[in-house]
């Protein structure tokens, strides 16, 4: 289903498509595959939905995954089980 014909069948069941972004889930240049953002068809937004194209979403997302360790590492996970609010001590 394309994101267009998405956004057609939201409104045949009274729902507005807020907006999408489009992504691709491999390092191709075909981004095919939306995440839709909807609402009741009485939303106030008055804007258009909007469509974005985003070829960097998972590579953005394994980067994001990876800093998470930084800072959501299990030292600072023991740490704050501990009650330890100074969590600047804590190094890796």
């Known amino acids: ?3 267009a014909l998405f956004r057609k069948h ?3 069941a009274g729902l507005r498509c807020i ?3 489009l992504f691709s889930w491999n390092k191709g ?12 068809d009485d939303f106030s937004a008055d804007n258009k939905a909007v469509c974005l194209e985003n070829s960097e979403l998972i ?4 980067t994001t995954s990876r800093l998470s360790q930084l800072y959501c590492g299990a030292r600072l996970r023991g740490a ?8 600047a001590d804590h190094t890796t």
Do not use: F
Not at 29 to 38: N, R
Not at 59 to 62: E, L
């Open 29 to 40: 240049k075909c981004l095919i595959d939306p995440i839709s953002v909807i609402a009741r």
């Open 1 to 3: 289903m394309t994101a």
């Open 80 to 87: 704050r089980a501990e009650g330890d609010t100074n969590l």
């Open 19 to 21: 907006n999408q972004e």
């Open 59 to 62: 590579k953005n997302a394994r």
């Open 10 to 12: 939201c409104e045949s």
